[in-house]
């Protein structure tokens, strides 16, 4: 079993929804285990992209598919919820990012881990040190670390109370 990491994303068609639907289906997997969200977050969309703001989390589980098949299973949820590429770093009914798995570097044509850019992402950070406080990447880098003053006031916590 492995411990991973996935961050969640979303700004179209009731994104808050998405979210909670999207942990439901992470719960709903044959195989993640002892599954633990972090609290919801409002973040500026990145780029250029005119849009909506978007909703963010990070979970935490544990794992026994391969990565590979993990992303499969993190793609397969995304499109059972609309997901539709049509734009990088566009709106989107759902994002699932493999952040970490376990303590591994993997880097595959569909899949690099670390995710690329999760050590600038204020909305991958912030709710990943909630979940994990303790947490140190395989670069030795912990992330305590790397979130900045700046960061949490970036960001703005959702009530699941709606």
């Known amino acids: 079993m492995e411990k991973v990491f996935v961050a969640l994303g979303a700004n179209l068609e009731q994104p808050l929804a998405q979210l909670q639907s999207a942990v439901a289906a992470l719960k709903a997997m044959d195989d993640c285990h002892e599954l633990v969200v972090s609290p919801f977050y409002q973040s500026t969309p990145m780029g250029d992209v005119p849009q909506p703001d978007y909703i963010n989390a990070v979970v935490s589980f544990s794992t026994s598919l391969a990565p590979i098949a993990l992303l499969d299973a993190l793609q397969e949820i995304e499109n059972n919820q609309g997901r539709v590429r049509i734009e990088r ?9 493999l952040l970490l798995y376990g303590n591994q570097q993997i880097e595959m044509p569909r899949l690099i881990v670390p995710h690329y850019g999760m050590k600038l ?6 709710p990943l040190a909630d979940i994990a406080p303790e947490l140190v990447l395989p670069c030795n880098t912990s992330i305590q670390s790397l979130i900045d ?3 949490r006031a970036e960001l703005q916590q959702v009530s699941l109370d709606h």
Request: hydrophobic share 45%.
């Open 121 to 126: 992402r204020s909305f991958v950070l912030v």
């Open 89 to 97: 770093w566009g709106p989107r009914t759902l994002d699932l990012d």
């Open 149 to 151: 003053t700046n960061m």
